[in-house]
């Protein structure tokens, strides 16, 4: 997982049609096997995780697939941050479609089956919480933009300068578990572990790779589309 620092540079340039193309590529794969992380978290079978309560909870209320749900979710949350004018990246709305039908697929085939036990549903969750921190690693050196939720976190941080962001982060997720829950979402001491162990696990895994997420500079819709076009206008000259 550790890239070399001349390639992760490369990577993050995204100055041609192609390389942003690339860079995509990267995003989806990292966030279908981000997906079977979500889904390894499911599985456990001991409470899911803050938001995905919630897209469990309208998955079993509406009578449609967790992913659909996921997209639902993911969609209101991006239209939320258009509306507060935070920046907007390619690999948002890769985000908002591919994980939740990473995780539909991966129900499909069977995967792993549910855990019946917390003996053994514990390290499952584990072991999904460390894939999903080594993708968002690989998903975030594409620099195409954050997720949808991340974004909206940042967002909310930002017009909230007198609430820690630590703060702003527990009641976001404090309100998609409550929400959720009342949907039917399972909530467990699985969602206890999501919500205190994913900072830590992420951050564990960005340490072992050498990787500094405030360092990732990530390029904007707008500017994505200049460079497609620019890069097409010189094809016909």
């Known amino acids: 997982m550790n890239l070399n620092p001349c390639a992760v540079g490369r990577l993050r340039e995204n100055g041609t049609a ?9 995003a989806a794969a990292s966030l279908f096997v981000n997906g079977f992380g979500v ?19 309208l998955s079993r209320t509406l009578g449609i697939l967790y992913g659909t ?10 239209l939320i ?14 985000d908002a479609v591919v994980v939740g039908k990473a995780v539909d ?3 499909w085939i069977d995967a792993v089956p549910a855990r019946r036990s917390p003996v053994t549903g514990i390290p ?24 949808p939720r991340d974004t909206l976190l940042v967002g909310l941080a930002k017009r909230m300068r007198r609430v820690p962001i630590g703060a702003v982060s527990i009641g976001l997720l404090s309100l998609a578990t409550l929400t959720g829950w009342l949907l039917g979402g399972p909530v467990g001491v699985g969602t206890l572990i999501c919500a205190f162990c994913t900072g830590p696990i992420m951050q564990l895994a960005f340490r072992s790779v050498r990787f500094d997420a405030t360092g990732v500079r990530h390029q904007r819709l707008t500017d994505s589309l200049r460079v497609v076009r620019g890069t097409r206008r010189a094809r016909r000259i």
Not at 39 to 57: C, E, M
Not at 69 to 78: D, F, G, K, P, Y
Not at 81 to 94: H, K, W
């Open 18 to 26: 192609g390389a942003i193309a690339l860079n995509m590529l990267l």
């Open 39 to 57: 889904y390894l978290t499911i599985q456990a079978n001991i409470g899911a995780g803050p938001w995905d309560v919630l897209n469990l909870g």
């Open 69 to 78: 749900a996921s997209i639902a979710v993911s969609c209101s949350i991006l």
């Open 81 to 94: 941050d258009i509306l507060l004018r935070e920046p907007i990246g390619i690999s948002m709305f890769i």
């Open 105 to 107: 697929f991966f129900n």
């Open 124 to 147: 499952v969750m584990i072991v999904g919480l460390f894939i999903m921190a080594y993708t968002q690693y690989t998903y975030m050196i594409a620099s195409l933009g954050c997720g």
